[in-house]
């Protein structure tokens, strides 16, 4: 089985602008997960989507959206970018979406630089 | 909220020997998982083991293995005969109620040869 792909790996975008990351799931998985890491404030949860339905959300503005489509693939949208944006983003996916059961795995993450 | 504590964030190891990585973590659920994940130069979020809370023997993978204290919140990971791939940052990670993983700040091992 293919693993979680996440695209694009790298991303430059200046202060102001846009950006999109793409996340597919492993399979079969139907939730997936957003997570940001930087060094300073580490592994921090975005939000994440089962059925296409936003599930949960951690505690970041409302510039930091995203969306699940039937295919389970997800999209993370960044509107407005500032400097303290720039981390590595990671998707993470699991299977039943049965909180307490289910394993997360992870894929390669989107490195975003806001210049 | 519940909380994951790496209170050591650096460690070293030398080749086949063992080293230990401590975690605690603080919860008022009763039913949860608790995870170790690695995360080597390459940025690829590895998991390493899982423990499920109410399983009282202690998780094994081959070389890594866990001490699952339920009672003082303590969730350690062993590494025996350490390798050179071993060498990452290393994860603490709880799951309850909710889908999201919450993480300790992580720690970085070093293996030397």
């Known amino acids: 089985k293919a693993g979680v792909t996440q695209t694009p790996r790298y991303l430059i975008k200046t202060r102001g602008q846009q950006v999109t990351l793409s996340c597919s799931p492993i399979s079969g998985h139907r939730s997936v997960s957003w997570y940001q890491q930087t060094p300073g404030q580490g592994l921090q949860f975005l939000f994440e989507?089962?059925?296409?339905?936003?599930?949960n959300k951690g505690n970041f503005p409302g510039r930091f959206s995203g969306r699940q489509f039937s295919n389970s693939r997800s999209e993370m949208n960044v509107s407005t970018l500032e400097l303290g944006d720039s981390a590595l983003y990671l998707c993470a996916s699991s299977s039943t979406g049965t909180a307490r059961t289910d394993t997360q795995y992870f894929g390669p993450g989107t490195r975003l630089t806001v210049l | 909220a519940q909380t994951v504590t790496q209170s050591q964030p650096e460690m070293s190891v030398q080749e086949a020997e063992t080293v230990t990585l401590s975690c605690t973590y603080d919860t008022s659920e009763s039913d949860y998982y608790l995870f170790w994940y690695k995360q080597p130069p390459s940025r690829q979020m590895i998991l390493v083991i899982r423990q499920e809370a109410y399983k009282q023997q202690n998780a094994t993978e081959n070389r890594f293995s866990v001490n699952f204290q339920k009672a003082a919140k303590s969730f350690s990971l062993k590494i025996s005969d350490s390798q050179l791939g071993d060498a990452a940052m290393y994860f603490c990670?709880?799951?309850?109620?909710?889908?999201?993983?919450?993480f300790g700040k992580g720690m970085k091992l070093t293996v030397n040869p």
């Open positions: 990670a709880y799951k309850g109620g909710s889908e999201k993983l919450v």
């Open positions: 989507y089962f059925s296409e339905t936003q599930r």
